[in-house]
């Protein structure tokens, strides 16, 4: 299936544009779970199991599996086999490589572990995101403007009458052909976010930001979607992964998932009709 | 030591700018080694035991081992242990995340496995670089202009009476206060490796794209060197990896690497009086 209709029959599903981002620090974790075999995948998996009636994505962030070595790529594979099929997966991975690494890239994170999608630095152009668009089932989300501070120190650069990242936009929905090409606008630049939707009415944004970055949840619905309400993937990680530190983590994460896509949805409804 | 003095220290003792780019393909390694436990881990070994003495750095490629999944992770552990430590060792990674997730992978690859350089990529700016320029004895090597074809799809956008690798140059030179930043120049571009020279005199210049990708020996050195004729780091991966493909692999893969070395110090005895 294309990649853009599992997320919109998913987001429909669970009524949802609700992404939870797997930011999982070990250090972290419940003090219960530290002694399991490999609490980073038994903390996830319980994750899943309590919010994936209502969400519409899981976005496993890379760097914390990796800076866990060969356990933490255990864990992030056990992840990503927890997802059931019918929700979407992002490994946000931030890659982007000269053509034969990306492939590899590609190869380890769509084909082997089979995410539904990855998340690109678009710094080094089409050869470096060509192998993450082979498949019309699967995403690059490629960064156009992110949540961080840092954002502002090239993003931002006039470049003729647009900035940066408005080039880096107007470049890649060149590359679109196969319909599987979304951006990364963080929900702390809600006028920027406005302006990306605009000039890319149909492509899934992943909008992270909000929760402890910050961002307005209102924004990132009433100008991340598109005009029917859909396709934004409205992402957060630390408010719901830490909810509470106990051994209720999990329905504690459930509760804050739960208010955070009523809280999207009531702002969906007020912004479209659906 | 700080990270410039023990590359300068390296490039004297070996009389070498050569640094091998271990981009070990598992698909391309001898027959005879596929039978090994961990044939990456292996072959690298052999590479690296036949060439330290002539080399000054080894650059590990990490799609390539990330591809292997766990294996490939520990095949990246082990590489990693069997570099001297008086070699430098780049962790070819090309992250750089939001400054929570930038720290997790500049554990891993800086504290953990203990790279002395790492490859970013600039595009999330400051807080996604910082994590990595901690320490004086730690170096990140920042993507300027790459040398894949899709380096010019941003790269050289004009910004100002600039262009946007220039810019990246310029703006991360601010935050180069304890001289471990270098910047990442493509062979294949060797007049902007000149201007980039010229911007940056004194910074470690880590130069892919001879070999397999076609960049002049002669231009990398000339236009790569500080005015003493160090600095440069001049990446060979595939031309030296696969030299042979028989039992012989190392030994073919140390003759090429001397032959590109003395090609690299015939040229630096030519432009520099050392």
């Not at 539904?116 to 156009?144: H, W």
């Not at 502002?152 to 929905?173: N, S």
């Not at 951006?183 to 920027?192: D, I, S």
Request: aromatic content about 10%; hydrophobic content about 40%.
């Amino acid at each position: 299936m294309a990649f853009i209709s599992k997320l919109k029959n998913i987001q429909h599903r669970n009524n949802s544009l609700l992404c939870i981002g797997l930011d999982t620090d070990p250090a972290k974790l419940p003090e219960f779970l530290r002694s399991h075999e490999n609490p980073q995948a038994e903390f996830n998996r319980r994750i899943i199991e309590a919010t994936s009636g209502i969400v519409c994505a899981y976005k496993v962030n890379t760097a914390f599996y990796e800076a866990e070595g060969e356990r933490g790529w255990r864990a992030m594979r056990e992840t990503r086999q927890a997802i059931a099929s019918s929700v979407i997966s992002i490994a946000d991975a931030k890659r982007g490589d000269i053509g034969n690494s990306s492939e590899r890239y590609a190869d380890i994170f769509l084909n082997e572990l089979k995410f539904d999608a990855v998340t690109i630095n678009p710094y080094m152009g089409k050869d470096s995101v060509a192998p993450f668009i082979q498949s019309r089932e699967q995403c690059a989300f490629i960064l156009a403007v992110t949540s961080n501070p840092g954002a502002k120190d090239f993003q931002y650069l006039k470049v003729g009458r647009k900035v940066l990242y408005e080039k880096v936009i107007e470049t890649a929905l060149k590359w679109n052909t196969k319909k599987n090409i979304g951006f990364v606008a963080g929900a702390t630049k809600p006028k920027e976010l406005r302006s990306i939707r605009k000039e890319a009415p149909n492509v899934p944004l992943l909008i992270p930001g909000i929760g402890a970055q910050g961002g307005s949840v209102e924004s990132a619905v009433r100008y991340g979607c598109d005009d029917t309400g859909h396709l934004a993937v409205i992402n957060a990680s630390r408010s719901i992964l830490y909810a509470s530190s106990g051994e209720n983590f999990a329905e504690a994460a459930r509760a804050e998932a739960l208010r955070l896509r009523d809280e999207i949805n009531f702002w969906r409804e007020k912004f479209f009709t659906q």
